[in-house]
């Protein structure tokens, strides 16, 4: 039986576009305040190929300060309106529930939360009741405080347990099995070494029988490999990374270059 999640049939590697309404995003802060734009890009990555849009009005870059509830509504609102309007499955990144709830009225069908619903306690019934699919993120501490934690025993065992401990806290309130994803958390806190341990681990995570999603694109530690500062420049190395954490058993790859990452897997597809 082929596996699903959230109505969405994981056939083959899913791709999550990456539409961010912030000023202060690390890759593309500033890029889409308008959401006239953010609508036309979404819709563009979408004919690129993109299977969900993942739409984000508060950003979580390391250092990153929370924003008021309203200036993050105010964001994303129009944003998911208008791109579910024209039959796009929308993903809202967000922590809170009064978000969450807003954007799911607006016709979002995915809540993807990088505390894994820790943050606002008001956003695991929510999901519940809605029965809404939610992806759960790894990571530790706060933006603000760069999540800084302490050393890992064994970076891949330790992320998985994190993430089946909260998936199975998501079951017990009422949210389907069928309806949660996982992430690693790439770059949240994670040196050099556990990234690329996380993304060669993928399988490691998939095991315990949720969905994994991937976001490891244009992150900080590629530059840190490749010297590269820009990371818009990073797209070759992201398309690499994708594709290898597909190789290893992600779902679904949470991506800023859509038509690149689709060619690749198209490639790797063929050559498998």
């Known amino acids: 039986m082929i596996p699903s999640f959230g109505g969405i049939v994981l056939d083959r590697p899913r791709v999550m576009a990456i539409v961010n309404v912030t000023p202060d995003s690390f ?11 953010a609508i036309d890009d979404g819709l563009r990555f979408v004919g690129d190929g993109a299977d969900i849009v993942d739409v984000g009005g508060e950003s979580t870059r390391p250092g990153s300060r929370p924003i008021p509830m309203d200036e993050e509504l105010r964001r994303v609102r129009p944003v998911v309106e208008g ?11 967000t922590r809170r529930a009064e978000v969450a709830r807003a954007c799911l009225d607006a016709g979002a069908g995915i809540v993807n939360d990088v505390s894994a619903l820790r943050d606002d306690s008001s956003l695991l ?23 800084e934690g302490a050393a890992y025993r064994d970076v891949v065992e330790d992320v998985r347990d994190f993430l089946i401990k909260r998936a199975q806290t998501a079951e017990a309130a009422g949210v389907p099995r069928n309806r949660i994803a996982v992430d690693p958390g790439i770059g949240f806190g994670k040196s050099i070494e556990e990234n690329l341990a996380l993304i060669a681990g993928v399988g490691r995570l998939a095991a315990a029988g949720y969905p994994v999603l991937v ?34 058993g992600a779902a679904i790859l949470r991506v800023h270059d859509v038509a690149g990452t689709r060619q690749a897997l198209a490639v790797w597809s063929a050559m498998r």
């Open 125 to 147: 019934p929510l999901v519940a009741g809605r029965r809404a699919p939610v992806v759960l993120m790894h990571r530790r501490g706060q933006p603000e405080g760069k999540y």
């Open 215 to 248: 976001g490891s694109s244009r992150k900080g530690f590629i530059g840190r490999l490749t010297g590269i500062a820009e990371p818009r420049r990073r797209d070759p190395a992201s398309v690499w990374l994708a594709v290898e954490a597909a190789r290893q």
């Open 27 to 37: 890759s593309d802060g500033g890029e889409r305040l308008d959401p006239a734009q």
């Open 83 to 93: 791109l579910a309007r024209r039959g796009v499955v929308v993903s809202i990144d």
